[in-house]
């Protein structure tokens, strides 16, 4: 069975700001090394399927380049990581829509004819084989597969929650955020939340978005009007996420899954790396997150002299990095940061080549690349005023955009 695999990136991610001024939300560095994408691309990757469109739209010179300069597969062999930015091929507009998004580059489908088409998002941190929910696809001859995360009742309301037959398997509606949820046959204290993954036969995909494209009515998207139509069919399937098995996984990371779709979210998916028994495992080598690096040298601690000591304890730190006389502490430290002497970072997230000035302090913040703290400065002590000058998310993040200037 030949399959393409398609992700959808083109999301603007208005709840990440600063963070998405000057990029695409996929394109948003995680983790030190990462970028949000690599964490779905290395599970098509890691799964041997090689033809892949990523779909962009948003800002999206940032994930262009780093798809281009990382994701290079082997031409000669047919693969390929290709972004295809939005080409107004039908017309003077934008995608209104992820099944407006596929609709519009349905000639993308057309060049590969594949048997079925994987359709995931581009922006969750998880580890997946979607070979297995492929399996379970073409063994139920359904028309699409949707997976699905297991989650508590009560949240129902805040997600586009799946109900299924007896079974637990065929779909019997797709509702978005509902108040009135009914719990799974086997967990009724449980709901299928969807995670926006998705597996098509390619001949009824490509039927579904021509008819919605027809619809005026429709907001043309792949959750709210091309899954319910093909629930009405009785053609749709759940996938339980529960059931995957990745290679090298513990029980304990087994069936991770992050919506880092806010501040707080995304700051709180960074701090599990760097405790001492993460959720989410970055070290199993058996199922890689792949990335781009660049050419830097290792990373440097230098003084040690009475209380000018270069150190950093609790944390993850990236090549290029130079900790001088300085101390992290709980925090994620990305290429090319300089923490100068007697500075103090601490429960803070610093992206690249950020700069920390001598004796300045720095307590539970997220700062973009290139920002430079001055000498002495003080982040994340005084809330109200951080809040005249940077955003401050509702557990009290201080978040400092790219390039922003920053005032002692």
Known sequence: MKVLAIVLA?????RLMPLTADRAKPAVPFGGIYRLIDFVLSNLANAHYWQIVVLTQYKNHSLDRHIS???????????YVTPVPAQQRLGPRWFSGSADALFQNLNLIYDEMPDHVIVFGADHIYRMDPR???????DSGADVTVAAIRQPLELADQ??????DPS????VAFREKPKDAVGLPDAPDQIFASMGNYVFKTQSLIEAVREDALDPSSKHDLGGNIIPMFVKSGGAEVYDFANNVVPGSSERDRGYWRDVGTLDAYYEANMDLISVQPVFNLYNDRWPIYTGNDPLPPAKFVHNEG??????MESLVSPGVIVSGGTALRSILSPGVVLHSHSHVEDSVLMGSVKIGRGAIVRKAIID????IPDGARIGFD???????FAVTRSGVVVIGKNEIVDR
């Open 168 to 171: 637990g398997r065929r779909i």
């Open 369 to 372: 690349k290139n920002v430079v």
């Open 69 to 79: 300069r990382t994701w290079r597969l082997s031409s000669m062999l047919g693969n």
């Open 159 to 164: 997600f586009g929650v799946i109900e299924a």
């Open 383 to 389: 809330l109200d005023y951080d809040r005249q000058r």
């Open 132 to 138: 297995q929910m492929v399996d379970q696809h073409i």
């Open 307 to 312: 209380d000018r000591v270069g150190h950093a």
């Open 10 to 14: 083109g999301g603007e991610g208005k």
